[in-house]
């Protein structure tokens, strides 16, 4: 079986330990992943601003890097939302449409990965810490990644989760949407933010570092000393502990 990285652009350029987390807990169950070198942008900021055919090249090159991948694992529920968008992408090319129907049957957010495919509810973490957990838009409304993540926090020894106010409403980033409304983006965080103050977590948890990022940001600016992490880095970080 090989199961391929897809590491996408955030996390290779600015979060890389939240890939080499992922890593480390898969290599416990035995899946050594698969790194293309040749792998390049999921395509979603072209997409979303209507260049489909700046991101058919950059969907194609993804499409070439995984051609014999037999699962495609991602830290991002939004770029692994965007590769489900690519049937349409390539709904008028009889060449690449099934490449592309292929690649969307084998691609895998996280945790998706971890609990529906390998079955891992019980990393045999320790994180004695209250918790709050953000579920991004594109990982819980396009694949419907709502109940993994909760089920793998809840076997977590130690962790106190607490509930998230208003836990689904965008955090206003959005990729494309933060930099051509930034006002509306802004006040959208701020208020996100707000509510993970409510909660007087000590951590901000959840899939998908665009959306992290962006609260982090906000927090930090207001002097909150909240720590922000990916899933994975949590889950490794309390696989030490253990």
């Known amino acids: 079986m090989k199961v391929s990285l897809f590491i996408t652009c955030l996390s290779d350029a600015v979060y890389p330990r939240v890939g080499e987390a ?9 899946v050594r992943l698969d790194f293309p070198q040749v792998q390049t942008c999921c ?17 194609a090159t993804i499409l070439k890097a995984f051609a014999d991948s037999d699962f495609v694992i991602s830290p991002s529920g939004s770029c692994t939302g965007m590769i489900h968008h690519y049937p349409k992408l390539f709904e008028n090319d009889p060449e690449w449409l099934p490449k592309a129907q292929e690649l969307q049957r084998k691609s895998y957010e996280f ?20 918790v ?18 909760l089920e793998l926090m ?22 494309t949407f933060a930099v051509k409304m ?15 103050r409510e909660t007087e977590a000590e ?26 992490l990916h899933l994975a880095e949590l889950l490794e970080e309390g696989v030490k502990r253990a």
């Open 132 to 149: 709050t957990y953000h579920p991004s838009c594109h990982g819980s409304r396009l694949l419907g990644v709502k109940d993994e993540p």
């Open 154 to 175: 809840r076997h977590v020894r130690g962790l106190e989760l607490v509930p998230l106010p208003f836990a689904e409403d965008c955090c206003g980033f959005g990729g």
């Open 22 to 30: 992922m890593v480390r807990l898969l290599a416990r169950y035995g």
């Open 203 to 228: 951590v901000l948890v959840g899939l998908d570092m665009a959306c992290l990022m962006n609260i982090a940001g906000n927090l930090r600016y207001r002097g909150d000393k909240v720590k922000v």
């Open 43 to 59: 395509g979603q900021p072209a997409f979303n601003s209507g260049y489909w055919k700046e991101a058919r090249e950059s969907a």
């Open 111 to 130: 945790t998706q990965f971890l609990v529906q495919v390998l079955g891992v509810k019980d990393v045999g973490a320790v994180f004695p810490h209250k």
């Open 182 to 196: 930034a006002d509306i983006s802004g006040a959208m965080v701020t208020e996100k933010a707000d509510h993970v």
